[in-house]
């Protein structure tokens, strides 16, 4: 159904595309000509699979999570361990694609958006590796809050640049490497963080994350003879949530969940549920559920976690939402609190904010598992950098 998606023009359905000014279209036909010879080029395969397995340490394992499942009352729950990856998310699988992809195009520089620091960090960690310069965008706001993964960049050979525009976060680190990107691109290749901005990231990005699908699909067959009953993960741009479901999407009897940030309720820049509460807009060079208001102008946004803080979603999630093969919902900046607590409790590991999301609808008491059902849960981050802010929330001292 969805496998021959996007079409040639970068399109899902009404969405995607490439709604970018006339001097950047070079840059995205040469990418999108790279990519798809490097997609056919059983070198590059076994290259990019070589990486994953030595430097980040995949396969990773599908655990299943007994005492949580118990506290949930049925059901077995099983995590999908991104948080084992090496920099401590799924972001690596994407940046070392995109980073070896730069190699193989012959460019001499990388650049990056980030929000939270960690697409920052594993763009930075890719091209330290490979011996690249890299560049990251950070908006000032994003740069005070998330100190240690910027001294972590700066460590790594990368040049964090302060933005300074609008509410100076993502949005506008976002905006600022795409303007680096167009005078530059000659010579540079711009790692996107997650399966947005105009084609041929969403798919490549996509196509990047969907390991993640791949391992879990062989494993629960593995370890339950059978397929699960729902996959949950959690949606702020939508790259693990779409690299869980993509290899499941033809599996009719797959329910799936993607799991928005819900804030602090449904008010307007008190959120970041963009396909819950958005509608259809163009955001960073595609069409897509955009959060804006009545005049178009895009909305502020608000999550507990800063990986979720973003007012568009992939093209690919607002298809599938739209064709109803995935439903859509979000849970609060509370219920993600309680949702990490409890998972760190019963099962020793500590989840990222993100990842606390997915865990969340879980414990809804309407979404609880049934007793034999299977539920994979994506566990797409470790809560470290987390730490100071949920001991803030929590009242810790030490
Ligand atoms: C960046 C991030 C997310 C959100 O991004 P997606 O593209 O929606 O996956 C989720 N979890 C973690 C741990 C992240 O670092």
């Given at each position: 159904m969805v496998d021959h998606l996007p079409d040639e023009r970068g399109y899902f359905g009404p969405f995607g595309g490439k709604y970018v000014p006339e001097t950047l279209m070079p840059a995205l036909q040469q990418l999108e000509q790279a990519y798809e010879e490097a997609r056919q080029d059983e070198s590059f395969r076994q290259e990019l699979d070589y990486y994953l397995r030595e430097y980040v340490g995949r396969p990773n394992p599908l655990y299943l999570a007994e005492r949580f499942s118990r506290e949930l009352g049925g059901g077995k729950v099983y995590l999908k361990r991104e948080d084992l990856n090496h920099t401590g998310a799924h972001k690596i699988n994407n940046t070392l694609g995109q980073v070896l992809l730069a190699v193989r195009m012959g460019k001499g520089r990388v650049i990056a958006e980030t929000g939270a620091g960690q697409h920052g960090l594993a763009t930075a960690t890719a091209a330290a590796m490979f011996g690249l310069p890299c560049d990251v965008y950070m908006g000032e706001e994003d740069i005070r809050r998330q100190k240690p993964n910027v001294l972590k960049m700066q460590l790594l050979g990368t040049r964090v640049i302060p933005v300074s525009s609008g509410a100076r976060t993502l949005k506008?680190?976002?905006?600022?490497?795409?303007?680096?990107?167009?005078?530059?691109?000659?010579?540079?290749?711009?790692?996107?963080?997650?399966?947005?901005?105009?084609?041929?990231?969403?798919?490549?990005?996509?196509?990047?994350?969907?390991?993640?699908?791949?391992?879990?699909?062989?494993?629960?067959?593995?370890?339950?003879?059978?397929?699960?009953?729902?996959?949950?993960a959690c949606v702020g741009g939508g790259s693990n949530s779409i690299g869980l479901f993509h290899p499941f999407i033809q599996d009719k009897d797959v329910r799936m969940v993607g799991v928005e940030a819900g804030g602090r309720g449904?008010?307007?820049?008190?959120?970041?549920?963009?396909?819950?509460?958005?509608?259809?807009?163009?955001?960073?060079?595609?069409?897509?559920?955009?959060?804006?208001?009545?005049?178009?102008?895009?909305?502020?946004?608000?999550?507990?976690?800063?990986?979720?803080?973003?007012?568009?979603?992939?093209?690919?999630?607002?298809?599938?939402?739209?064709?109803?093969?995935?439903?859509?919902?979000?849970?609060?900046?509370?219920?993600?609190?309680?949702?990490?607590?409890?998972?760190?409790?019963?099962?020793?590991?500590?989840?990222?904010?993100?990842?606390?999301?997915?865990?969340?609808?879980?414990?809804?008491?309407?979404?609880?598992?049934?007793?034999?059902?299977?539920?994979?849960?994506?566990?797409?981050?470790?809560?470290?950098?987390?730490?100071?802010?949920?001991?803030?929330?929590?009242?810790?001292e030490i």
């Amino acid at each position: 159904m969805v496998d021959h998606l996007p079409d040639e023009r970068g399109y899902f359905g009404p969405f995607g595309g490439k709604y970018v000014p006339e001097t950047l279209m070079p840059a995205l036909q040469q990418l999108e000509q790279a990519y798809e010879e490097a997609r056919q080029d059983e070198s590059f395969r076994q290259e990019l699979d070589y990486y994953l397995r030595e430097y980040v340490g995949r396969p990773n394992p599908l655990y299943l999570a007994e005492r949580f499942s118990r506290e949930l009352g049925g059901g077995k729950v099983y995590l999908k361990r991104e948080d084992l990856n090496h920099t401590g998310a799924h972001k690596i699988n994407n940046t070392l694609g995109q980073v070896l992809l730069a190699v193989r195009m012959g460019k001499g520089r990388v650049i990056a958006e980030t929000g939270a620091g960690q697409h920052g960090l594993a763009t930075a960690t890719a091209a330290a590796m490979f011996g690249l310069p890299c560049d990251v965008y950070m908006g000032e706001e994003d740069i005070r809050r998330q100190k240690p993964n910027v001294l972590k960049m700066q460590l790594l050979g990368t040049r964090v640049i302060p933005v300074s525009s609008g509410a100076r976060t993502l949005k506008d680190a976002t905006n600022e490497a795409l303007r680096d990107w167009m005078a530059s691109f000659e010579n540079t290749h711009y790692v996107l963080g997650s399966v947005v901005g105009p084609h041929p990231f969403p798919v490549m990005v996509r196509d990047f994350q969907a390991i993640i699908g791949r391992e879990a699909r062989q494993q629960v067959l593995d370890k339950e003879g059978r397929l699960p009953d729902l996959l949950v993960a959690c949606v702020g741009g939508g790259s693990n949530s779409i690299g869980l479901f993509h290899p499941f999407i033809q599996d009719k009897d797959v329910r799936m969940v993607g799991v928005e940030a819900g804030g602090r309720g449904m008010a307007h820049g008190e959120h970041a549920a963009s396909l819950c509460l958005g509608k259809a807009g163009v955001l960073h060079g595609s069409r897509s559920y955009v959060l804006q208001d009545d005049d178009g102008q895009t909305s502020p946004v608000h999550s507990v976690s800063a990986g979720l803080d973003y007012p568009g979603v992939g093209p690919e999630h607002s298809y599938l939402k739209e064709t109803g093969r995935v439903r859509y919902t979000a849970v609060s900046d509370e219920e993600a609190l309680r949702a990490f607590t409890c998972l760190t409790e019963t099962e020793g590991i500590i989840p990222a904010l993100e990842s606390a999301h997915a865990v969340a609808y879980l414990m809804q008491e309407a979404n609880r598992p049934a007793r034999d059902e299977v539920v994979i849960v994506c566990m797409s981050g470790r809560g470290d950098k987390d730490l100071w802010e949920v001991s803030r929330l929590l009242g810790l001292e030490i």
